[in-house]
């Protein structure tokens, strides 16, 4: 089945550095992959989506490139807040159905001023 | 907000014990999933509803069980708890079957001691 490996954390920047959090997935065919993100005491929320191979999402700052050569779906932010500090999880289908998500383990991000 | 609903925040009980989960998805939304996060484990995929039909299984143990209701809304059955059961148990509801555009709830604490 599916599956996805994201780095370790945690990782700790300063305010305004650049942000490259990576991730990796087995998958068959080219599902659609995602970034989640999830603040404290809260649920993941949608941060960002990729449907097809060299496809670029994005959002707040946050961009990630489908890359199929690669199996790869790395998020990056050229300068992080300390708004950003949160747990970033990568995904993607469970099954070739699509039905589900599957997610990494999670990689905390803590900016500090 | 999320719109999705879990009650309750928090749950205690003892080893043994069966408790139960309540879900309510956001207004509209037919797809109901179940997740556990736990820190050595990450999140866990549990299970899929899709208007009141199970559409998907993961990682579920046989001591679990889940439904959804005609009104949607869904519960999740844990029994015969274990110290191991200890985690947060997220819901996420979607408006479509293939669940790439999920809505956490903020999810129950599930202490077993």
């Known amino acids: 089945g599916n599956s996805v490996t994201q780095m370790e954390g945690p990782v700790t920047l300063s305010e305004e550095a650049f942000l490259t959090i990576n991730c990796t997935y087995t998958?068959?065919?080219?599902?659609?992959l995602f970034w989640y993100v999830q603040y404290p005491g809260e649920g993941l929320q949608l941060l960002l989506k990729a449907t097809k191979a060299d496809d670029k999402g994005s959002n707040k700052g946050f961009e990630a490139t489908y890359r199929k050569e690669t199996t790869s779906f790395h998020l990056e932010k050229g300068s992080v807040q300390v708004s950003d500090s949160a747990v970033y999880f990568c995904?993607?289908?469970?099954?070739?159905?699509?039905?589900?998500?599957?997610f990494g383990k999670g990689t905390t991000l803590s900016v500090s001023s | 907000d999320s719109g999705v609903t879990q009650t309750p925040k928090h749950l205690i009980t003892a080893t043994g014990q069966r408790v139960t989960l309540r879900c309510s998805p956001r207004?509209?939304?037919?797809?109901v999933y179940w997740y556990q996060q736990s820190l050595d484990q990450g999140l866990q995929f549990l299970i899929q509803y899709y208007n009141g039909e199970e559409r998907a299984k993961g990682n579920i143990l046989e001591r679990f069980s889940a439904q959804q209701f005609p009104d949607l809304h869904s519960e999740l059955n844990l029994s015969s708890l274990e110290l191991g059961d200890s985690a947060l148990y997220f819901c996420?509801?979607?408006?479509?079957?293939?669940?790439?555009?999920?809505?956490f709830g903020s999810g129950t604490q599930l202490s077993v001691l």
């Open positions: 996420a509801s979607s408006a479509d079957r293939n669940g790439e555009k999920l809505f």
């Open positions: 995904a993607l289908p469970f099954g070739q159905a699509g039905t589900a998500l599957i």
């Open positions: 998958a068959t065919g080219y599902p659609s």
């Open positions: 207004s509209g939304d037919l797809s």
